[in-house]
């Protein structure tokens, strides 16, 4: 059964219209005749968009209880019965409510497109995983539900829903997102012209980027080579010469005139050794392309200038920055150099020669001698052996006799030797045997012929035969000797690249593909693993039902070894029975045995980046059972320890009371009691404190929000006080509007809270609790006078079972604030610590403000997080929760 096809819409912020444009596509769809199904839509209040639900059929949801509560979801099950062509599922970065089958609604969507079924779906770009911290720092609100980018990228089409800041705030003005009691906090915060110009801006960049991706597939899908203008990019050119850093800055200058441009560098290793650079150059002008925000790439080509203009075109660079040549005049002379040479044949890509102070000044470093007998050498060797052999004869004849044979001789053999150098060994050949017929024949008695009539005359010739021949095989090994070594040298160079790309910790699966396409100048590179159901087969390397595809890069990817020009098994042993049956196959030429060897190194170093990102999941799977270990030793070393205290001294006051020989009086009984009714006070509060820190780590507690006024929680926590009660002030505003909490939980955490600033609060002090709203939430803030805590120590005095420098460790387990902290957490607030101007600590509790409509509290998502989901907001295996009193 076909895969089906999934079609997003991508918004920049709530309300621009995205599931409007959904229900619209719905409509023009079913029009034409296409079976179209309503699996999740929600209108928000919306009327217009409620008003577009009308005529389109709706899947029944599937109804959860959750905490006491009702929820609706997605019914995937009664969608896939139904079997409709096209299925309408909004919001796809949603969390599913505890129970569901799967965790987020785009695990929903993915199992409706293996069922063959298209869906439409919607997203906004502040719910992508790449841009959620940036989202955080922009607007000041964390997104709780993200999605993979992934997910959104593998769809078959994403279409941008745009709208200006400027219309998006209208539209908000006249109730058209929100009802009109959200509508001032949100155009306060979330909805104010900067944060929406961003998130429009990074909505644009995103899909300007997916569109890159997908023109580059298209590119090389259809062999097309001719750059296409669609985006700026800035290819510059590196030798790994002291001119680089001008280059680069220059280029980023050029990259800079164009927004959204691309920087990329490039540094070309020929095979023959001649462009080998500065490796501590090359590293520095590396760091310096990176921290522009560029990308620095290395390729192997004999042809520097058809490797330049490969690469450029292969990325559909725009620009490419040169530097003028190093060269000096004599040596332009003989070679026009890659400048020119690259100008001639780059066609539509702009080429940029800069100049700068080593222009002419020649190379500062030796180079490399050359190594490779291209064929303009050896063109030039027989050159040499046609004209020089003819010339040297015709200089010699007018004085022939004057100087001797052995010195003609010598001369024909230096003739040989200049061959050899520049043609290699058969030109060299070839002109010593062509040299000895010429002495033979006009230099040797008899003249002007073949005849030899002196032993030594024939002695002579032999000898400069044997000596030209031997001069001329040496030249050639040691041309073949300089090949190999300059070989060895490029390859070196790529595996240093590549052991630096690791190191930077740029050792991810498709980064390493990606880097062995470029290296090798190749269409697509594939790293396949053999299905693990799959059995062995004779012809299983061509079955693409063997293989499943891990990851790659490029072009259209290769479904199976067979179909790949070049592929490298992968050595898989190791305790992971995953990782074995991997094979790296590429496409797009042959390559030779050299190439492969490197490449092996590529493929090696894949299989390392699979099986540590795997080895990373297993590591994040055990780390909550790890965490509840670690809870669990602490717990009972809490028990241990700190509840013998408050259960001795009852245990003691009890059994004094019960002593019959000792008369006790009134005010000792009175005092026994009041002993026993406090210790096992302390005891109750301890085991509590215990159960809820349990409940919190295993993510069971319950947590039943809903409206609270502040102002009738406080008094209640600090009564619990009992005396000390007296040495705290409240001041709550009359106006501020209800939290949303549970109001048990409130209590608590105040009176832990407030319990904790009386303690360490000095004599003839008192700790004060007031509050205050801040946009769509409300602050609680208890302030003490006590020596307060170092802002390096904050993160301390919330771990658990410990106290800040390990004082008073006899008053109780050092639960008061982890507990505290989880369970604001667990109501979706926050719990954090600030300085008190003139000294002590100030500790903020931040909730929801309510918000009420006819389905009871609400918050939008981008106000601060949804209240649906409960306690589990926040919680897993490490809640960062905290723990101690200061």
Known sequence: ??????????????????????????????????????????????????????????????????????????????????????????????????????????????????????????????????????????????????????????????????????????????????????????????????????LRELALLWLADEVDEQLDRYRAEHGIADTWEARERVVVALTGGPEGDTLVRRAARIADRTKGAGLLAVHVTRADGLAGGDPALLARQRALVESMGGTYHQVVGDDVPRALLEFARGVNATQLVLGASRRGRIAQIFSRGVGVETTAMSGSIDVHMITHEHVKKGR?????????????????????????????????????????????????????????????????????????????????????????????????????????????????????????????????????????????????????????????GLVSVTLLERRPEAGQGPDDRSDPATWRIVATSGGEPCCCPGAADTDVDIDGDNDDDNDGGLVLAARGRLLDASDRRVIEAFAAQVAVALRQERLKEKAEQARPLAEADRMRTALLAAVSHDLRTPLAAAKAAVESLRATDVEWSARDRAELLETADESLATLDRLVANLLDMSRLQAGVLGVAAQPVAVEEIVPRAVDDLGPLAAEVKIDIPPDLPEVVADPALLERVLANVVANAVRYTPAGASVLVTAS???????????????????????????????????????????????????TEAMGGELTPDETPGGGLTMVLTLPVAVHTGDGPELPAELGGSLDRGGSLGLGGSLGLGGAAP
Not at 146 to 172: F, G, I, N, S
């Open 773 to 823: 709203r801040y946009g769509e939430r409300a602050e609680i803030r208890i302030i003490d006078r006590g020596p307060g805590v170092p802002r390096d120590a904050y993160d301390q005095i919330f771990l658990p079972f410990q106290r800040l420098g390990d004082r008073d460790n006899h008053s109780g387990v050092g639960l008061g604030l982890a507990l505290a902290r989880g369970l």
């Open 364 to 520: 500062e470093r030796p180079q490399r001698s050359r190594a490779a007998l291209t064929r303009r050498r050896r063109l030039a060797g027989w050159a040499v052996a046609a004209g020089g052999l003819p010339l040297l004869t015709a200089a010699l004849l007018p004085s022939r006799g004057t100087p001797a044979l052995p010195s003609v001789i010598l001369l024909f053999l230096s003739t040989v030797v200049g061959v050899a150098l520049i043609g290699g060994m058969w030109p060299a050949i070839t002109t010593a045997v062509a040299g000895s017929l010429l002495l033979n024949y006009f230099f040797t008695p008899p003249l002007h012929t073949l005849t030899i009539a002196n032993p030594e005359n024939l002695l002579a010739l032999v000898v400069f035969v044997f000596v030209a021949a031997a001069v001329s095989m040496i030249v050639d090994v040691a041309a073949r000797r300089t090949r190999e070594a300059a070989r060895a040298g490029a390859d070196a160079e790529v595996l240093s690249a590549l052991a630096g790309h690791v190191l930077r910790g740029e050792a991810a699966v498709p980064s390493l593909l990606a880097r062995t396409r470029e290296t090798f």
């Open 1 to 198: 059964m076909p895969r089906g096809r999934l079609r997003i819409y991508l918004g920049a912020a709530p309300g621009v219209g995205k599931t409007y444009a959904m229900l619209c596509e719905g409509h023009r769809r079913r029009e034409r005749g296409t079976d179209v199904v309503v699996g999740l839509v929600e209108t928000h209040g919306r009327v217009r968009t409620a008003q577009l639900l009308e005529g389109l059929e709706a899947v029944p949801r599937r109804t959860l209880t959750h905490r006491g509560a009702a929820f609706t979801e997605l019914d995937v099950d009664a969608v896939i019965a139904r079997r409709p062509r096209v299925a309408l599922v909004d919001e796809l970065a949603h969390t599913n409510v505890p129970g569901s089958r799967n965790a987020k609604r785009w695990q929903d969507v993915d199992e409706l497109l293996d069922a063959g079924i298209d869906v439409i779906s919607t997203v906004n770009i502040q719910h992508l995983e790449s841009v959620n911290d940036v989202v955080r720092h922009i607007t000041g609100i964390p997104q709780r539900e993200t999605v993979p980018d992934e997910v959104v990228r593998r769809a078959d089409q994403v279409e941008l829903v745009d709208m200006t800041p400027e219309a998006l705030r209208r539209r908000l003005a006249h109730g058209n997102v929100y009802a009109p009691e959200k509508v001032d906090a949100a155009l306060a915060n979330y909805f104010r012209v900067g944060n929406l110009t961003a």
